[in-house]
């Protein structure tokens, strides 16, 4: 089932509960009391269908089943509290959380997937709820053959409870994958487009496909040759106590010949400054 509402899609559930907060179930209540129109705190079947075909996918005869499903007192109508846990559930849908939500709530999915009150789910029932889960067919007769250890084909609150802490281990270990799969790209990879072309290297160049970096980029392994470059071409460093730089061998001769024409100029000043 999907998830199609744009008002539901401003809520998130809180996730060390995974239900909605204080302030959130407020403007649910709010919004309830709105789809209320007979102002009897309830809605029937008529309305909630209306609702849900509004917000999701779902076709009438699964709408028709919800109904039945979260119509806990099978009163007819929809209170506000068993509202209110659809309203989560469906939120949990459109942010993909229904393992972690199967987990956290265990004891009321069995007990709203438990249509007859049994205390064991049978396979038809499983299989006429599990879409709300988004749990396929053949998935679900997987989880049957899975956890069904008694071999009665149901499954009691126990077996189903192993089925939620299997389904949030796998979903724990797909996220693990995920996240590590985000972590190794290469630095700017992630946002990048999928076609960004790469050099031989293997750096990532959005510029072009050549490796070489544009004029005034500083980034890349080119400019940082050209760095490394430029400073080992650097003059070395005069070492402390000694107050005169290095010169080329043509650069001190043109120092001596400068200093033996002002020393000539200095004995003929002095003479003339003698005289005075």
Do not use: W
Not at 73 to 102: H, M, N, P, Y
Not at 130 to 147: C, R
Not at 167 to 179: G, P, S, V, Y
């Amino acid at each position: 089932m999907k998830v199609k509402s744009q008002f539901l899609q401003r809520f998130h559930l809180n996730r060390s509960h995974y239900l909605l907060s204080a302030r959130c179930a407020q403007v649910m209540l709010e919004f309830f009391e709105a789809l209320d129109i007979s102002d009897e705190e309830a809605i029937d079947d008529i309305q909630f269908k209306s609702f849900m075909k509004d917000s999701t996918d779902c076709s009438d005869n699964d709408a028709e089943a919800l109904f039945d499903m979260f119509d806990v007192d099978a009163s007819g109508q929809i209170e506000f509290d068993e509202f209110f846990l659809l309203i989560c559930l469906l939120i949990a849908v459109k942010d993909r959380e229904e393992k972690q939500f199967l987990y956290y709530h265990s004891r009321t999915c069995f007990e709203l997937i438990d249509a007859d009150g049994s205390q064991q789910i049978s396979t038809d029932e499983f299989v006429r709820f599990g879409s709300l889960f988004n749990i396929s067919k053949s998935a679900i007769y997987q989880i049957f053959t899975d956890f069904d250890v008694s071999g009665d084909h149901e499954l009691d609150y126990d077996e189903f409870r192993l089925f939620t802490i299997a389904a949030i281990d796998r979903q724990r270990t797909l996220d693990e994958q995920q996240r590590k799969l985000h972590i190794d790209l290469p630095a700017g990879a992630k946002d990048q487009p999928v076609h960004t072309p790469t050099s031989q290297s293997g750096y990532l160049t959005p510029h072009g496909t050549s490796g070489r970096t544009p004029r005034g980029d500083r980034s890349g392994p080119q400019a940082l040759s050209r760095r490394v470059s430029s400073v080992s071409r650097l003059p070395a460093k005069t070492p402390r106590g000694d107050g005169k730089t290095p010169r080329s061998s043509d650069t001190s001769e043109r120092g001596r010949n400068k200093k033996e024409d002002e020393a000539e100029k200095e004995k003929g000043g002095t003479g003339k400054c003698a005289i005075s």
